[in-house]
Each structure stands twice: as C-alpha cells, then as structure tokens.
C-alpha cells in the first residue's frame, strides 16, 4: 500500500495550510489514519489520527487549530491547519494501517511533505 502526501509549504505564523494523503494498491481496509510530524533534531511525534468510523486524537500542542478528516470512500485523509505557528515547522507525515486482504495487515508511511511557519 503506498500513501502520497501533499499540501506542504511555506506559510506565515497565523497562516493556514491544509495537507492531504492518498492510498492506494491492493487495499482491503484501512483502520485508522493519521498525521505526524518530524521537526529538526528532534523524535518524530504524533499530530492526529482518526480512526475508520471517525473518531479523533490530537496532540495536546495543536488541538483547537488542526483538524483532522478522512473520505474513506477515496482512502483519503486531510489535516487541515489552521493559526499557524513557528514551531509547527516540521515534516509531516501520513500513516494508515489495515488490511490487504483477511489475515494480512499493512502499517505504510507516505513520503512526507515539509510545512514551514515564518515569523
């Protein structure tokens, strides 16, 4: 299963962006999706997830600015970010777990795309 990532760039603090991840190959389900995040020098941590039937989990530093979302219908999930800040510079990352088919999971990370706050 591949994902692709995209809606990265350059934004100003206070700006919003609005990133987006696709899969796609041989999918039988996808469990939950979500979003993480590598700054520089630093571990990468979790951002947000949403499970199959909709449920969320947002890390303490972005909850009430980013909004996570999916269209199972497109094996698609969307973070959109919004009150931007400089330390919400990272790469961001696109995780989705499932199944390939009855008895054979799949865990695939996309490529990631860079989010950059100016001050």
């Known amino acids: 299963v591949q994902l692709q990532a995209s809606g990265g760039g350059l934004v100003q603090a206070g700006g919003s962006l609005r990133l987006s991840c696709a899969a796609s190959g041989s999918i039988f389900s996808i469990n939950a999706m979500g979003w993480y995040r590598q700054a520089p020098g630093k571990q990468r941590e979790l951002v947000a997830t949403i499970t199959s039937g909709g449920r969320t989990n947002y890390a303490d530093s972005v909850k009430g600015r980013f909004t996570i979302s999916r269209d199972n219908a497109k094996n698609t999930v969307y973070l959109q970010m919004n009150s931007l800040r400089p330390e919400d510079t990272a790469v961001y990352y696109c995780?989705?777990?499932?199944?390939?088919?009855?008895?054979?999971?799949?865990?695939?990370w996309g490529q990631g795309t860079l989010v950059t706050v100016s001050s």
């Open positions: 995780n989705a777990d499932g199944n390939v088919s009855w008895y054979r999971r799949f865990d695939s």
